[in-house]
């Protein structure tokens, strides 16, 4: 599922969608203070499946998403823009894909759980929404 469409949007209101998603993707990367390499190795093919990005323009995204991250005072700078531009089946989808960025290293810690958790609360989905994504993106 593509969660930006550049007809759809302006350039402006696309990057600031994009960024607050890949600064999600790296938030949780980065939760258990371990950035391993499958998990670098993944960020940009995961980012690409929902954007128009070419690989080099969501590997430079997500330069400027880590910058976001280490100035960010919470996620909810990140979630807000999301929460109000997103539809469920968007939410969901991210939601699995944070999933997917977890367990890129075959082990999900309880920091990069908490982030999820955290986020799916900031979206206003649904426990069993949560537990839903985590099962698809462990299949």
């Known amino acids: 599922m593509a969660w930006f469409k550049a007809e759809d949007q302006p350039q402006t209101n696309r ?23 499958e998990e670098k190795a993944s960020l940009p093919a ?9 690989t080099q323009e969501a590997m430079d995204l997500l330069e400027i998403a880590h910058e976001d991250v280490e100035s960010a005072v919470a996620i909810h ?6 929460n109000e531009t997103f539809t469920l089946e968007e939410k969901l989808d991210l939601l699995t894909t944070l999933w997917r960025v977890a367990y890129a290293d075959q082990h999900i810690d309880k ?11 900031l979206l206003h989905l649904r426990h069993s929404e949560f537990i839903q994504c985590k099962h698809k993106a462990m299949n």
């Open 15 to 37: 990057n600031t969608t994009e960024r607050a998603a890949a600064a999600l993707l790296l938030e949780v990367a980065l939760a258990d203070d371990e950035f391993s390499d």
């Open 77 to 82: 700078e990140f979630t807000r823009h999301l």
């Open 111 to 121: 920091y990069e759980e908490h982030v999820i958790r955290k986020v799916a609360d």
């Open 46 to 54: 995961l980012l690409r499946q929902h954007t128009q990005l070419t």
